[in-house]
């Protein structure tokens, strides 16, 4: 079984739908978890951390739940510019602070016009 | 975040022959880490670069294959020894505050 595991699509929606990304971790000492998205041959850039009590920065919105291990990504009024790969991260704490990062297979979205 | 420079950007290698990939942050990281992303797959860690000692390697790689500098807190590399096709990827650094950052990625190519 991965460890951070997505259903890797491919989503295929109009510009304006609203999509949802589910993603499930096996590691309970899974301490801090992150949205990345990567475009197509570019590395990936953070696109959100998520925070147990769920967290939104304009039409993305990122639900934690520690209880089913499970973290979603909710994408509002989709835009074209949205198209991309969408990494689900969790990281444990390690010996130090900042521990290393798992990443999900990544979920692809084509937002069409 | 910080900002990491990694090169070369691609390379197309012979088989049996060594390729170093640079990474250079503009400021200290603690952490700092090398991944690999074959074509259409998620990103494999390799190892944890760990500042004045030896990498922290993860099951299935080894230090004689994938031998990990890492002299101070803002330069790292990776070489990848004795190169087959099956070596053909993506490899990237990534430094981590909170959250982690990337370079650009090196594209390599084993003939």
């Known amino acids: 079984r991965k460890e951070v595991e997505q259903d890797p699509g491919p989503f295929n929606v109009p510009e304006g739908a609203t999509v949802a990304f589910n993603c499930t971790y096996s590691?309970?000492?899974?301490?801090?978890f992150f949205w990345y998205r990567q475009d197509c041959r570019k590395e990936p850039k953070l696109l959100m951390s998520?925070?147990?009590s769920g967290n939104e920065d304009g039409r993305f919105t990122a639900q934690l739940n520690r209880a089913s291990q499970y973290i979603s990504l909710l994408i509002r009024d989709s835009k074209l510019s949205d198209s991309a790969t969408y990494l689900c991260?969790?990281?444990?704490?390690?010996?130090?602070?900042?521990?290393?990062?798992?990443f999900g297979q990544g979920t692809i979205l084509t937002v069409h016009p | 975040s910080a900002v990491i420079s990694q090169k070369p950007s691609r390379d197309i290698c012979q088989r049996g022959t060594s390729l170093t990939i640079q990474c250079q942050v503009d400021s200290q990281v603690t952490m700092m880490f090398w991944y690999r992303q074959q074509p259409g797959q998620s990103l494999t860690l390799i190892a944890t670069a760990n500042q004045g000692s030896e990498a922290t390697y993860e099951s299935g790689f080894v230090i004689d294959k994938f031998p990990i500098s890492r002299p101070n807190l803002t330069f790292s590399t990776l070489t990848v020894s004795n190169m087959s096709p099956e070596d053909s990827s993506i490899y990237l650094c990534s430094g981590r505050t909170v959250e982690a950052f990337f370079g650009q990625g090196t594209r390599l190519t084993v003939v």
């Open positions: 998520v925070y147990s």
């Open positions: 590691n309970s000492a899974s301490q801090s």
């Open positions: 991260v969790a990281s444990d704490a390690g010996g130090t602070s900042y521990g290393k990062l798992t």
